[in-house]
């Protein structure tokens, strides 16, 4: 990224630093029913560096996100639009534990590969692999015992194996992964995945990552706001204030060791932990 930064002027007049970044997406994510779905609990808000986050709602007739079409939404988004960050609520990888176990090189894109091939959730449902109705997630277990780093340093983030219990992601990520490998599938060297394609994102490159809204969401008045948009809300606001004030550039770098970042570039990591 350039090093060079201007001051500019937001919207309600305070200083700002150039950004890195032209628009800033939040998505409260939903494992819920099938990828065809229209979800109350799928929610994106998105902002640009001189307006504040505002929801985003599908086209159309529906009231409500599917997963596919959220997908299909950020393809367009991405490949067409300025620098956007994305920061999207679950799990974007699995624990060591989870590679060793089942024999698994340590690299992101085949384990996205074979997770997609044993959980198909792009075409059913989290809950049919599970009663092993679809797919062969069987073979590709895992235990609510194991914890990524990342999930082990901000405290309060559960498994992404730690299933049918309040503030779980484990859903959301099993549903959400295969839609991930969907967008670097799409948009290819277009999209960096942080941290797996690098800690420092090209410069004038989008960036997705994985972001824990319960970090941030108590920092902001939540007004009118159901909890799943306000989950979004705050994703989009927080990442944008990062980026306009000069923070968001030491979020990347992270103050971990190099024996630590190749863990995380295998597990993955929350920004801000």
């Known amino acids: 990224m350039a090093a060079a930064r201007k001051a500019v002027v937001s919207g309600d007049k305070t200083p700002l630093l150039m950004p890195y970044f032209s628009r800033y997406i939040g998505i409260d994510y939903s494992g819920a029913q099938s990828p065809e779905n229209h979800l109350t609990g799928l929610r994106i808000y998105a902002a640009t560096p001189e307006e504040e986050p505002e929801e985003i709602l599908p086209l159309g007739q529906k009231k409500y996100w599917s997963r596919r079409g959220v997908a299909e939404w950020l393809v367009e988004q991405l490949r067409d639009g300025p620098p956007t960050i994305l920061g999207i609520d679950h799990g974007f990888s699995f624990p060591l534990d989870y590679f060793h ?159 630590e970042k190749a863990v995380a570039q295998i597990e993955g990591w929350i920004l801000s932990v």
């Open 101 to 259: 176990v089942h024999g698994l090189p340590h690299d992101w894109e085949h384990f996205l590969d074979d997770f997609c091939h044993h959980w198909p959730a792009h075409v059913g449902t989290v809950d049919e692999i599970r009663r092993h109705e679809r797919g062969h997630g069987a073979a590709r277990g895992g235990s609510s015992r194991w914890r990524r780093m990342t999930e082990k340093r901000s405290r309060s983030a559960k498994s992404v194996f730690h299933f049918d219990v309040p503030g779980s992601v484990a859903k959301s990520t099993f549903a959400g992964l295969p839609w991930l490998k969907f967008l670097r599938d799409e948009l290819g060297d277009m999209l960096h995945c942080w941290p797996f394609d690098g800690w420092i994102p090209a410069a004038e490159k989008s960036v997705v990552l994985e972001a824990y809204p319960s970090l941030w969401s108590r920092g902001y008045p939540r007004g009118n706001r159901t909890p799943d948009q306000h989950d979004a809300y705050s994703i989009a606001r927080w990442i944008r204030e990062s980026d306009t004030h000069g923070s968001l550039i030491g979020h990347f770098q992270t103050t971990l060791t190099e024996e």
